[in-house]
């Protein structure tokens, strides 16, 4: 029997410390199973050692260290702490901080921040605190930007661009131009949608964004939603003004076989997508003139008959 290791052991539950019986703490000083004639329990362990610094913690800690831009300090940046203590700092014009009075086995994550600005890490966790800690951080402010338009080229506001990388994500709603920009982002490869309701959503991958610089070109071209698509183009759920009109009760077979064949081969292409926008800026005032109008309602059936035909048979040969 070893005196001194047994009196470590015993001195740590004086402290507070409780026995440990996990396998994975075999070697530690408060492992609650003993053997004939070890001496393994006379040191403390790490953990051993941060359980007592959890106990009676020491406030002579810190983590400090630069936030750079472009290889330069950056000034004025807000540096948060949070965890089991809430603090902040903010950056001189070196680009220079420190968190300190923090005690080792506590938990404290730093997050830095500046409007304007993304930062690489977005932030740092230490679960625990082990020691003083250097940390530095870089800041980006790299962006991508585009247009989102019909396939009229007519602008469209609203429209909501997310993009997304392994790391970060990010959106922006395009302005009444149908211009849009995503910024600040870090460094990456992004992947962006634009939605709106009323139209299909688009996708582009592998938009690459250089160091503080700007990706232009990323364009949009929405086209209107199909029936069932969820979306609304303003009148018919996506359908066909005019053929609605003109039947009066919607999706008959006749207007069926014309929203199939829309689907199939105009949205499928930009001359088709193109189609269906002018018809869509177009037919409504003709659908709406045409609704009460009995006699015209079946000149235009009479008109929609052939065209009725023919996309049937399209369809129908698939």
Do not use: W
Not at 14 to 36: I, V
Not at 68 to 82: A, I, Q
Not at 223 to 230: I, L, M
């Amino acid at each position: 029997m070893d005196i001194q290791n047994i009196g470590t052991h015993e001195i740590g539950h004086f402290m507070g410390l409780s026995d440990l019986y996990s396998a994975g703490d075999s070697e530690k000083t408060m492992y609650g199973y003993g053997s004939a004639g070890e001496t393994k329990k006379r040191t403390l362990d790490s953990d051993d050692e941060l359980g007592l610094s959890y106990l009676y913690p020491a406030y002579n800690y810190f983590i400090s260290g630069t936030v750079s831009y472009d290889g330069s300090g950056l000034s004025g940046v807000s540096m948060t702490l949070s965890g089991d203590k809430s603090d902040s700092d903010t950056t001189d014009v070196n680009g220079d901080y420190s968190l300190s009075s923090l005690s080792i086995a506590y938990n404290y994550t730093v997050t830095p921040s500046l409007t304007g600005y993304d930062f690489s890490p977005a932030s740092q966790s230490y679960s625990p605190l082990t020691n003083n800690q250097t940390q530095d951080f870089i800041a980006y402010d790299g962006s991508f930007s585009g247009t989102v338009k019909d396939a009229l080229a007519v602008a469209i506001s609203g429209a909501t661009i997310t993009i997304t990388s392994g790391t970060s994500s990010a959106s922006a709603t395009s302005d009444a131009s149908g211009n849009y920009q995503v910024t600040p982002l870090v460094p990456d490869t992004y992947n962006a949608q634009t939605s709106k309701s009323g139209y299909t959503s688009q996708d582009i991958t592998g938009i690459v964004v250089g160091e503080n610089s700007e990706t232009t070109g990323q364009n949009f071209e929405l086209t209107v939603a199909p029936p069932g698509a969820g979306g609304s183009s303003g009148g018919g759920g996506g359908g066909c003004f005019i053929a609605t009109a003109a039947y009066g009760i919607p999706m008959v077979e006749d207007e069926r076989i014309l929203y199939e064949f829309r689907d199939r081969y105009l949205l499928t292409n930009r001359a088709g997508r193109l189609f269906v926008s002018l018809y869509n800026r177009v037919s409504p005032p003709v659908a709406n003139f045409t609704r009460d109008k009995e006699t015209l309602k079946a000149i235009v059936r009479a008109g929609l008959k052939p065209l009725v035909g023919i996309a049937r048979r399209m369809t129908k040969s698939e």
